[in-house]
């Protein structure tokens, strides 16, 4: 959260008050004197805006909150506002914030504080600052039965500070104004994206899961369920608001207030339930095609909203099929074995569904990758997983160029996959890039004949990421994947 700073501590304090009744993991970037106030310590992070010399620690405390996704206020000013041209403003804005919120892919809440101190504070700043400083412990308690109003503004996303077009002091100055706009209800200066609906309650979610399937537990108090809209709404509003999170953090996301749409209605989820700390670790969406053929048709499908299926793909493989995606895990699960357990689920389910052959669906690159790092992966994929005579066509194509094409011919010389898969890493790694997990993941869970990516488009929905078509032959999942996520459930309702 970044604030205007017009009438000192009582700013902090009234920010501190307003955002912990949403959320209890929240801290102010104070100086020193502040910090010093024993019964709110817990609340502070000592840091000088103004200098960041010899703060290392500091520095330290401040990235392990932000990496920790803790709601951190921060004043960029670094002093009181003061009267200039008739005018209360804020000094020159430090870039501390902006450099936090690049290095932590952070999004920034811009808060306007509506206020102000008595004439006879702007009156003996103007005569000089230092003097006025003495006032604030007067300007501090004479608020009394005052109100101070708050305008919030929609978060800022991490992107918006991750732009080589202007320097972290130049976006400071253009955050600046932004919040100067958010006050007077102006278009701001950044592209934003709405607040995202609060947490649904622990104890509504609890209730639909006791109306849900229970596929598998483990050993360390995860369990695996089968939920549907009809029996747990309250579970697929919390998966809405999760994955419109986790989207976000990686480039994507609908910039909505919850990321849902109607097929969440009759579609069925897997989800990773976490018993100890009450929370959705993650989830994957899927569609019955034989439900769904009947009852809603070739566009009842979320596929067909961003390829075209040709009539002989419909009739061969819709009805035997099931539809894979948006799936999603939370980002402080990313190091865990919970994309192992979600695939627990999956295989759980085609073990009940043995008329299941094929599974198929989109499966999404990050807006984020560049063109020299993107093309590659379309192209190794294509190359060894494409399929030259394709009855699906994305409706916004993406198509590498001619010169594209001829270069990365050039690159991926290798025999096998394999081989020219070290040469797609060796290729992402200077750039900072590695593979999407997902591509890794549905290679890695057939032989080589068993898995396609037949097109790849372009998501203008969903924050132009790309999006690859993939299509699984069920009977080619490998050996040990099938012991080890389908056939493990034969008569068990226990995972590893």
């Known amino acids: 959260c970044v604030a205007n700073h017009p009438i ?166 253009l955050l600046k104004k932004h919040v100067i706009k958010v ?95 009450l929370e959705i670790i993650g989830a994957y969406r899927l569609g019955l095609g034989s439900e769904i053929v009947k009852d809603n048709g070739v566009k009842g499908f979320y596929t067909s909203t961003l390829f075209d299926m040709s009539d002989e793909f419909i009739s061969n493989y819709l009805a035997s099929s099931l539809e894979l995606g948006r799936s999603f895990i939370q980002k402080k699960y990313w190091r865990t074995n919970a994309l192992h357990l979600l695939w627990q689920g999956i295989g759980a389910f085609l073990y009940k569904h043995p008329e299941i052959t094929h599974m198929f669906g989109p499966v999404s690159i990050s807006k984020h990758y560049t063109q020299s790092a993107l093309e590659p992966i379309v192209f190794y994929y294509k190359k060894w997983f494409g399929n030259c005579i394709s009855d699906v066509k994305a409706k916004n194509e993406l198509r590498l160029s001619e010169r594209s094409n001829i270069n990365l011919s050039n690159e991926f010389v290798g025999l096998t996959y394999k081989e020219d898969y070290r040469i797609l890493k060796n290729i992402l790694k200077p750039l900072g890039y590695s593979v999407p997990t997902l591509y890794k993941q549905y290679t890695d869970l057939c032989e080589p004949d068993g898995v396609k990516f037949l097109c790849f488009g372009v998501d203008e929905s969903f924050d132009m990421c790309i999006d690859g078509f993939i299509f699984i032959q069920v009977s080619k999942i490998a050996k040990e994947k099938r012991e080890r996520y389908i056939e493990i459930h034969q008569g068990k309702n226990a995972v590893a």
Do not use: M
């Open 8 to 173: 000192g501590s009582l700013d902090g304090l009234a920010l501190l008050k307003l955002i912990s009744e949403i959320r209890e993991d929240v801290k102010i970037i104070a100086n020193a004197i502040l910090y010093e106030i024993d019964n709110l310590r817990s609340h502070f992070l000592p840091f000088n805006l103004e200098n960041r010399n010899v703060q290392k620690e500091n520095i330290k405390e401040i990235n392990n909150a932000l990496e920790k996704e803790e709601a951190i206020i921060i004043f960029p000013a670094a002093e009181v506002s003061r009267l200039k041209f008739y005018h209360i403003v804020d000094s020159k804005w430090q870039k501390g914030a902006v450099q936090f919120a690049r290095k932590n892919n952070a999004p920034i809440l811009p808060i306007f504080v509506n206020a102000k101190n008595s004439l006879l504070f702007y009156l003996t700043s103007s005569i000089h600052k230092y003097f006025s400083r003495f006032l604030l412990v007067h300007e501090l308690f004479n608020k009394k039965n005052k109100t101070i109003n708050l305008r919030l503004g929609n978060p800022i996303p991490p992107r918006a500070f991750t732009s080589n077009i202007f320097d972290s002091q130049t976006q400071t100055a």
């Open 183 to 277: 006050g007077k209800n102006k278009k701001p200066i950044f592209v934003t994206e709405k607040n995202i609906i609060h947490p649904i309650s622990r104890k509504f979610i609890k209730r639909d899961l006791a109306h849900s399937e229970l596929l598998g537990e483990t050993s360390d108090n995860k369990k695996i369920y089968l939920c549907e809209y009809v029996n747990a709404k309250n579970v697929i509003n919390e998966i809405a608001r999760l994955r419109e999170i986790t989207f976000r953090k990686v480039g994507e996301g609908t910039g909505k207030k919850y990321d849902t749409d109607i097929f969440d209605r009759y579609y069925k989820h897997i989800i990773i339930w976490d018993e100890d700390d």
